[in-house]
T-cell receptor, first 112, second 113 residues
Framework: TQLLEQSPQFLSIQEGENLTVYCNSS?????LQWYRQEPGEGPVLLVT?????EVKKLKRLTFQFGDARKDSSLHITAAQPGDTGLYLC????????????FGSGTQLTVLP | DTEVTQTPKHLVMGMTNKKSLKCEQH?????MYWYKQKAKKPPELMFV???????INESVPSRFSPECPNSSLLNLHLHALQPEDSALYLC????????????FGPGTRLTVL
């Protein structure tokens, strides 16, 4: 059983469209991170959210942490081909000895 | 220096070979990690080193043997691997602070024939 479920698993959209990726769990996380991974590369950290209800913006990307710190979302406005990649959420639970729990991943393809 | 480097980038080995993967970081991070990743799947944690001591081994088969010679280096020694071990092997490091944000290397693409 995956502790952190991401949806959708695959997403293919046209350039200029908006999209939202969801990361859901029944567990509480002390913080949650979002990474993007391009083919042949390692994941790159995009953002960390810590406080319930927190919203962070990174250019066209908006990240939100749920009030109960069990879920998060990533919204991309006016997607571009450069946004293509595997998006991973990763949560840190209290007392987990620094072990991140990765979500199941969302493979995004933005077509020109 | 804000990156994690890994060598080699690609490795092809037979089931009887012995090889090693190397990882290096100079960010002063005291926690280092090995992950295994299959295509379009999330990384799976294999080992965690904290202050150069092995702190987590996620029930990894003994054909994978980690080593942390010093605070900047992390090796993964491979012996008698199976074709199903073919994957992208990622190294990461972190400061070990409250949020434990991890910095990943580019990975080694391993193919076992």
């Amino acid at each position: 059983t995956q502790l952190l479920e991401q949806s959708p698993q695959f997403l293919s959209i046209q350039e200029g469209e908006n999209l939202t990726v969801y990361c859901n769990s029944s567990s509480v996380f002390s913080s949650l991170q979002w990474y993007r991974q391009e083919p042949g590369e390692g994941p790159v950290l995009l953002v960390t959210v810590v406080t319930g209800g927190e919203v962070k913006k990174l250019k066209r990307l908006t990240f939100q942490f749920g009030d109960a710190r069990k879920d998060s979302s990533l919204h991309i406005t006016a997607a571009q081909p450069g946004d293509t990649g595997l998006y991973l959420c990763a949560g840190l639970r209290s007392g987990s000895a620094r072990q991140l729990t990765f979500g199941s991943g969302t493979q995004l393809t933005v077509l020109p | 220096d804000t990156e994690v480097t890994q060598t080699p980038k690609h490795l092809v080995m037979g089931m009887t070979n012995k090889k090693s993967l190397k990882c290096e970081q100079h960010m002063g991070h005291r926690a280092m990690y090995w992950y295994k990743q299959k295509a379009k799947k999330p990384p799976e944690l294999m080992f965690v080193y904290s202050y150069e001591k092995l702190s987590i081994n996620e029930s990894v088969p003994s054909r994978f043997s980690p080593e942390c010679p010093n605070s900047s280096l992390l090796n993964l020694h491979l012996h008698a691997l199976q074709p199903e071990d073919s994957a992208l092997y990622l190294c990461a490091s972190s400061r070990g602070t409250v949020n434990n944000e991890q910095f990943f290397g580019p990975g080694t693409r391993l193919t076992v024939l």
